[in-house]
Structure formats: C-alpha cells, structure tokens
Nanobody, 124 residues
Framework: QVQLVESGGGLVQAGGSLRLSCAAS????????VGWFRQAAGKEREFVAA????????YYKDSVKGRFTISRDNAKNTVYLQMNSLKPEDTAVYYC?????????????????WGQGTQVTVSS
C-alpha cells in the first residue's frame, strides 16, 4: 500500500503562484511515475503533469507548459507542483497519483494510488 497526502492548495488571484506537495509513505517507494491530475466541477479528471521516478523525465499538459513545474525529492518521497501565472481556468481539485509500472501515461485509469486532493481556486 502507498499513502499519498497532498498539501499547498488555497485561494489565489489570477497571475499568482502556489506550490503543491505530495508526500508518499507506505511500501518501499519506487514507482514508475508520479503524476498530478485535476478535476474541475462538472468535468472529468485530467492529466496535468508527471515525473518518472528513476530518470526524472517530465511530462506536461500543453496548457500548463511554461507555467507549471513538477519536481521530486527522492530522499523525502515527495513530489511538488509549482504553479505560476495561475488562471481562473486552473481552478480545480488537484490530486497526486502513483503509476507503479508506467512512466509517461496520462490516463487516470493507469494510476494505482491516489491522494485525497487539495482545492486550488484562482480568482479573476
């Protein structure tokens, strides 16, 4: 079992920044990748970014490239999502998730463990 705990969400004005954290605990932590997803009210959960755990390769949704940065601290089993130049359309519940086997998969169905989510609200 893997437990994931997100933190860092909140309310911010458009153009502002937030940094989300995802701390993993449980079994020996060596997944294929850790990803961030988001789900806005009334919409499906969508891929935002992912990082491969061993090589540190980065993958992003097109609309967040240049604004969001995913990173990891292997020693702390923690993944971060730095979000800059936030827009109202970034408003959603953000989830981190673990893909035990894959590296660059973007479908939520491929991810094995999920955190509880953290709300990000961007006001205009």
């Amino acid at each position: 079992q893997v437990q994931l705990v997100e933190s860092g969400g909140g309310l911010v004005q458009a153009g502002g920044s937030l940094r989300l954290s995802c701390a993993a605990s449980g079994r020996t932590f060596s997944p294929g990748a850790v990803g961030w997803f988001r789900q806005a009210a009334g919409k499906e959960r969508e891929f935002v970014a992912a990082i491969s755990w061993s090589a540190g390769r980065l993958y992003y949704k097109d609309s967040v490239k240049g604004r969001f940065t995913i990173s990891r601290d292997n020693a702390k089993n923690t993944v971060y999502l730095q979000m800059n130049s936030l827009k109202p359309e970034d408003t959603a519940v953000y989830y981190c998730a673990v893909d035990l086997w894959g590296v660059r998969r973007t479908s939520p169905a491929n991810y094995d463990y999920w955190g509880q989510g953290t709300q990000v609200t961007v006001s205009s």
